[in-house]
């Protein structure tokens, strides 16, 4: 964490004292941080009314979907794509309904050691939540059909977590797509390309 503070206040120094070709001199930076404001707003309220959840109990979602996306990267030396990963999503909750230990499984499939289990203590580690907030907030998830828990293989992704990848991943992909799109027109995707410590 020390280090981190020490990072964070190296960045504060150059962009306070920089160059004229960095980031906060530049006049677009204003619009910039407007813009990525509106996008973050949008997708906290995307959370809050598509999904129905709270942002810590997103954030618990988003905690189990990197551990699933983590072990597909080692376990499966191609990149996936969209229509891929979807696939892949789905046959391992379809597997869980069927009450397969899936990810037990794909490793199997693969030949590769067995998965690492994601564990409420993981969770906690990685969010920073407190460990009775993040096993009352997955418990609600379980209930939701948003996330599993498994003996052999801890939190995993339940079957209600294919609207989530099938509505709301897109909508977030279009969006940092305009996000992007507007800094490019603006020349602040150029200077946050070029920023270095």
Not at 2 to 29: C, H, N, W, Y
Not at 136 to 164: D, H, M, Q
Request: glycine content about 4%; some cysteine.
């Amino acid at each position: 964490m020390e280090e981190i503070l020490k990072q964070i206040s190296r960045v504060r120094l150059k962009l306070k004292k920089g160059p004229a070709d960095t980031l906060l001199m530049q006049k677009p930076f204003a619009i910039g941080m407007y813009r990525f404001s509106m996008f973050m707003i949008s997708y906290y309220s995307r959370v809050r009314g598509n999904l129905g959840i709270d942002y810590d109990s997103f954030m618990i979602i988003q905690t189990v979907v990197s551990h699933n996306l983590y072990n597909l990267k080692k376990n499966n030396s191609n990149s996936n794509s969209y229509q891929e990963l979807e696939t892949e999503w789905e046959r391992i909750v379809k597997k869980h309904d069927k009450t397969v230990d899936a990810l037990s499984e794909y490793s199997e499939e693969l030949g590769k050691k067995k998965i690492n289990k994601l564990l409420i203590s993981s969770i906690c580690l990685v969010t920073t939540l407190p460990k009775e907030t993040v096993r009352r907030k997955v418990n609600e998830l379980c209930k939701k059909n948003l996330l599993k828990t498994s003996k052999k293989n801890g939190i995993i992704l339940g079957p209600a977590y294919k609207k989530v990848f099938q509505e709301f991943v897109p909508q977030t992909t279009l969006e940092v797509s305009q996000l992007l799109k507007e800094w490019d027109k603006s020349d602040i995707l150029k200077y946050m390309l070029k920023f270095k410590i």
